[in-house]
């Protein structure tokens, strides 16, 4: 089964907006971490924020912060004032107790993002 | 600091031929991981070594798929022999630790095309 859901395949945004990439997963495990990573055309994987099951605040990382909702199951990625350069392809990752070996991450299928002027 | 270091960024070959892909982690990382990227399949893990020992590699496609780290600063994932669907990007990461929070580092990737 599919751990982690990223339902919008594009999503465009302003210059200066804010925008909410969604992300759903599944475990049944109650200790798991949540990680955003972006992928811009150049190719390279950069990692953004994180996020602890038991973190009691939701993660922020300059503009990027996580709405972090539990018992939804939900952990998107707001991005706030938008720049040309956040377009990018952004990818939502879960590493939980399951997977053999705490270490591996497994990642959704990605959100294309484009900032227009 | 140097990142995860990748070589070659671009590779193209024949159908048939052998490939080999090499990986430097960064320096003390313990943990290292090939995954592979596609259109069709998204990222998917290949193969994971912690302290240089494969832990899981039940993501490797098929017996033509091998990967070593022979020490702690260098790992290398060989196709032999390739075959067209093997086009991809092919990236290494490194992380250190145990805990959930540690974050994967990625190379910038080979792409692999076999024609």
């Known amino acids: 089964a599919q751990k982690i859901t990223q339902t919008q395949p594009g999503m465009f945004v302003q210059e200066k907006e804010a925008v909410t990439l969604d992300c759903t997963y599944d475990?049944?495990?109650?200790?798991?971490?949540l990680f955003w990573y972006k992928q811009p055309s150049s190719g390279e994987m950069i990692f953004l924020i994180y996020?602890?099951?038991?973190?009691?605040q939701n993660a922020t990382e300059g503009r990027y912060s996580l709405n972090f909702q539990k018992a939804r199951k939900s952990a998107n990625l707001v991005i706030s004032a938008s720049q040309l350069g956040d377009s990018a392809m952004y990818f939502c990752a879960m590493r939980d107790h399951r997977n053999t070996g705490f270490q591996k991450l497994v990642f959704g299928t990605g959100t294309r993002l484009l900032v227009s002027p | 600091d140097a990142g995860v270091i990748q070589s070659p960024r671009h590779e193209v070959t024949e159908m048939g031929q052998e490939v080999t892909l090499r990986c430097k982690p960064i320096s003390g990382h313990n943990s290292l991981f090939w995954y592979r990227q596609t259109m069709m399949r998204g990222l998917e893990l290949l193969i994971y070594?912690?302290?240089?020992?494969?832990?899981?590699d039940s993501g490797m496609p098929e017996d033509r798929f091998s990967a070593k780290m022979p020490n702690a600063s260098f790992s290398t994932l060989k196709i032999q022999p390739s075959e067209p669907r093997d086009s991809a990007v092919y990236f290494c990461?490194?992380?250190?630790?145990?805990?959930?929070?540690?974050?994967?580092?990625f190379g910038n990737g080979t792409r692999l095309t076999v024609t």
């Open positions: 070594f912690n302290n240089n020992v494969p832990i899981d």
């Open positions: 996020q602890g099951s038991y973190d009691e």
């Open positions: 990461a490194s992380t250190v630790g145990q805990g959930f929070q540690s974050p994967l580092h």
């Open positions: 475990t049944s495990d109650q200790s798991y971490g």
